[in-house]
């Protein structure tokens, strides 16, 4: 059973960095579509950033290009996001994910095995 398992969050000023981190245990991420969502308080899940299996696609919803990456480390089973330049709006519990078809999709109906979560707050 594949178990995730995030961390890295925490509270920064608006401008700043954060690096979030997502390992697995239990399978190899190697070949699975992987997703980071966030979810803010009274509002619904939302893909954020994904990376493909076997081809290392990756896919950024428009609100946060070019101030994050996803990046994959198969030797560590790990799967990063890395934010900068972060906003107040950017404030949200962040999950990742595997997909559960080996494609590339956005929707949160299409991923399953949750982690936790961690919470990234950002202060005016």
């Known amino acids: 059973q594949l178990h995730l398992v995030e961390s890295g969050g925490g509270l920064v000023q608006s401008g700043g960095s954060l690096r979030l981190s997502c390992v697995a245990s239990?399978?190899?991420?190697?070949?699975?579509?992987v997703g980071w969502f966030r979810q803010a308080p009274g509002k619904e899940r939302e893909g954020v950033a994904f990376?493909?299996?076997?081809?290392?696609?990756?896919y950024y919803t428009d609100s946060v290009k070019d101030r994050i990456t996803i990046s994959r480390d198969n030797a560590k089973n790990t799967v990063s996001l890395q934010m900068n330049y972060l906003k107040p709006e950017d404030t949200a519990v962040y999950f990742c994910?595997?997909?559960?078809?080996?494609?590339?999709?956005?929707?949160?109906?299409?991923?399953?095995?949750w982690g936790q979560g961690t919470q990234v707050t950002v202060s005016p």
């Open positions: 990376k493909g299996g076997f081809d290392n696609s990756e």
């Open positions: 994910a595997p997909a559960v078809k080996r494609i590339l999709l956005i929707d949160a109906e299409d991923y399953d095995n």
């Open positions: 239990g399978k190899s991420l190697r070949h699975y579509v």
